[in-house]
């Protein structure tokens, strides 16, 4: 069985699978059965500085999107920072990592920001065996009114600045936790770095509203007849948070920077997704709270099985491979010639894919009499619409043309070389690019 132990600026665990700070990280209790079900590591449930603890609502504080099944995908979440005293999580903390000193056990934290804020609290967490800090500066609401949070992380300067002090008065690794509430994640990613940051996690919530209440006009969740917004995350996320990895793992600036990937990971391939496109270990937050604990039981199962099959004996194989591949449009091979192809053996003759082509894309697929299906090669641009609509899975596949074949659509033979739309004799604005060729 292949090996995932795995070692994150110095932290080691042992598998790339954590727990994102939450509330399945918010007390010793699950904590410890996370350790046991077979989670890596955590990242404790935010701590905010010594005094009476911040108060959650006490209504409905979640929202949920579901898919056709009812299975939850997007949740979303108006919850605090811990609401428990701190010396108790303190205490908690330094039991769990006495307990079980092979697994990761990082401390998220969010104070003012002030120096003195943070000085005043690291040195009680690095009291505690904690192998490492996670700077919290993306919750979207309730403390990000307060001037933390998420309104610290859509500041660089002040992400930089406050990455400075923790690093100035702590020995421990210090991760950067990122909100995806800004326009260009690659900006609060340098901030961390220049700060000094050994890693930055992401991504945190984004802003959301889950529904409206339409009898009563509010906003859902709804407190008392009223709603704020939340925090969205959940697989519907997904998508964001690859791109976003994708940009710093991809951003010279921050190439080397350690990363770790959250954002709807709900099995092991999602994980193995956000680590090829550049994160060192995954966080999970909404999964374990749909499913339990038990679900990294099928992560870990899977990963190995993934990395036997692949011949790979360690995670750091898998780290970093796709970040080649993620290209900017303009690089993309315009050469490149693919016709969708329906296989009439597994085709139920439902005409969705007729109905999306004909009516929203290309008119290139034909229905005959009797309800059969072809795709027109003089017509398909290849854009996948019917194969993505399509009911039954592979019923439609993109089939690549070979060099040489021509193109019924253009009449043009489909050539071999790669072409660019910077190099292309159409592209009206070729000069306001540089001229990239593929890597080899
Ligand atoms: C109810 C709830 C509470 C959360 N509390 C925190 C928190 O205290 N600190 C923090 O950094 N992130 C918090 N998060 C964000 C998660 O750590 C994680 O970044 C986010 O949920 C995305 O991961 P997921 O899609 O696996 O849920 C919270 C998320 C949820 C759903």
């Avoid at 939850?72 to 701190?86: A, C, F, K, Q, S």
């Avoid at 998220?108 to 804020?117: F, G, I, K, N, T």
């Avoid at 796709?322 to 329906?342: E, H, R, T």
Wanted: with cysteine; aromatic share 6%; net charge negative.
């Amino acid at each position: 069985m292949a090996d995932l132990t795995t070692n994150f600026i110095g932290i080691k665990s042992p598998n790339p699978f954590w727990l994102a700070s939450a509330p399945p990280t918010d007390k010793e209790y699950n904590v410890r059965r996370a350790f046991e079900a077979g989670w890596g590591g955590v990242v404790w449930k935010t701590l905010g500085e010594e005094g009476p603890p911040v108060v959650n609502v006490n209504g409905p504080r979640y929202g949920a999107i579901y898919g056709g099944d009812r299975r939850l995908i997007g949740l979303n979440n108006i919850e605090l920072i811990t609401d428990r005293p701190l010396q108790q999580n303190l205490r908690e903390i330094k039991a769990v990592k006495r307990d079980y000193p092979n697994h990761a056990v990082v401390v998220s934290l969010m104070v003012p920001c002030e120096e003195d804020a943070w000085k005043a609290i690291l040195g009680p967490v690095e009291e505690t065996g904690a192998d490492g800090i996670e700077l919290n500066f993306g919750c979207p609401h309730g403390m990000a009114e307060r001037g933390m949070g998420g309104a610290v992380g859509q500041v660089p300067e002040y992400i930089e600045m406050v990455t400075r002090w923790c690093k100035q008065n702590t020995r421990m690794p210090v991760i950067v936790k990122l909100t995806p509430n800004i326009t260009d994640i690659r900006k609060p990613a340098e901030a961390a770095y220049r700060g000094g940051g050994d890693a930055v996690s992401l991504i945190n919530t984004i802003n959301s509203i889950t529904s409206v209440n339409l009898d009563t006009f509010a906003p859902e969740p709804t407190i008392d007849g009223w709603g704020a917004h939340g925090g969205y995350c959940g697989p519907a996320v997904k998508p964001i948070a690859l791109n976003m990895v994708a940009e710093i793992a991809r951003n010279p600036e921050t190439a080397n920077l350690p990363i770790s990937g959250i954002g709807g990971v709900s099995n092991w391939r999602d994980a193995a997704e956000f680590m090829a496109l550049g994160a060192g270990n995954v966080q999970v937050c909404t999964a374990a709270m749909t499913y339990g604990f038990k679900i990294v039981q099928e992560m870990i199962s899977g990963l190995s099985q993934y990395m036997d099959e692949h011949e790979m004996t360690s995670t750091s194989e898998i780290v970093g491979r796709a970040v080649p591949n993620a290209k900017n449009w303009q690089d993309l091979n315009l050469n490149y010639i693919a016709k969708a192809k329906i296989d009439q053996d597994l085709c139920i003759k439902c005409g969705r894919c007729f109905a999306a082509c004909e009516d929203t894309s290309h008119q290139a697929i034909s229905m005959s009499e009797d309800r059969v299906f072809e795709v027109m090669d003089d017509e398909c641009v290849a854009c996948n619409l019917c194969a993505l609509v399509c009911p039954v899975e592979n019923c439609i596949s993109l089939d690549a043309q070979a060099p040489g074949t021509i193109d019924e659509r253009t009449g043009k033979v489909v050539e071999k070389e790669y072409a660019n739309w910077t190099t292309h004799p159409n592209n009206p604005i070729g000069e306001m690019f540089e001229l990239t060729t593929p890597d080899e």
